[in-house]
């Protein structure tokens, strides 16, 4: 049952990433990234069935990692720290001092499925694995960063993304990655790599033909 489970989430994940893609590429831009909020949930939601016997711990952890993530958007957002001058556009929900929850959900999912896929690459050495994932965090940010103004993500200031960004992402990574490594004793693979791929396919097909 469970495997069945786990092929009907992976076949969700490449449905609507794709569907979405083709939507925002060739029929309604506005209409498709104003679900964002929706596929987004619903990602988070199938990425934490998915993990192997969640519990306390874990949940305690993606409730920490949460909290990271809003609070670095935090400083971000409202001081131009860690990641540059920024601010959210519409698309990505409702605002708390500049900072939509969804972003939060944002950190949560890039987290488990990079550190999913980096530990299973190179479970031997816990150090290894936590600046891979963070690698595998700010690689697939690279894909993210061009579209996020044309969807109404988020822009940066005179719409040029610093290198900071891209720094503050990978030591932002390095501590959910500490915090996903230590609260997760078993660590999804097959789901992770499915969505970790359908998200980068997805960027990258806006990055191309947008």
């Not at 949560?108 to 499925?113: G, K, M």
């Amino acid at each position: 049952m469970k495997i069945l489970n786990n092929k009907i989430s992976i076949f969700l994940i490449w449905l609507i990433h794709i569907s979405g893609a083709l939507g925002l590429l060739y029929y309604d831009i506005i209409f498709f990234a104003a679900l964002t909020p929706i596929n987004l949930y619903l990602t988070a939601l199938l990425l934490i069935i998915n993990q192997k016997k969640p519990g306390f711990k874990e949940l305690s952890g993606i409730f920490l990692i949460f909290s990271v993530g809003i609070f670095v958007e935090f400083l971000g957002v409202n001081y131009g720290l860690i990641f540059g001058n920024y601010e959210y556009g519409q698309n990505m929900g409702p605002k708390l001092l500049g900072v939509p929850f969804l972003i939060g959900i944002n950190w949560i999912i890039i987290t488990l499925i990079s550190g999913g896929i980096a530990h299973n690459l190179w479970i031997k050495n816990k150090y290894f694995s936590i600046i891979l994932a963070s690698v595998l965090m700010v690689f697939i940010d690279l894909f993210i960063e061009p579209v996020a103004p044309i969807l109404d993500f988020w822009e940066f200031k005179d719409n040029i993304v610093p290198a900071s960004n891209y720094v503050g992402w990978f030591f932002t990574g390095v501590i959910t990655q500490t915090i996903y490594y230590k609260s997760f004793k078993n660590k999804e693979f097959n789901f992770s790599i499915n969505l970790y791929s359908a998200m980068l396919i997805f960027f990258l097909l806006l990055n191309l033909l947008g």
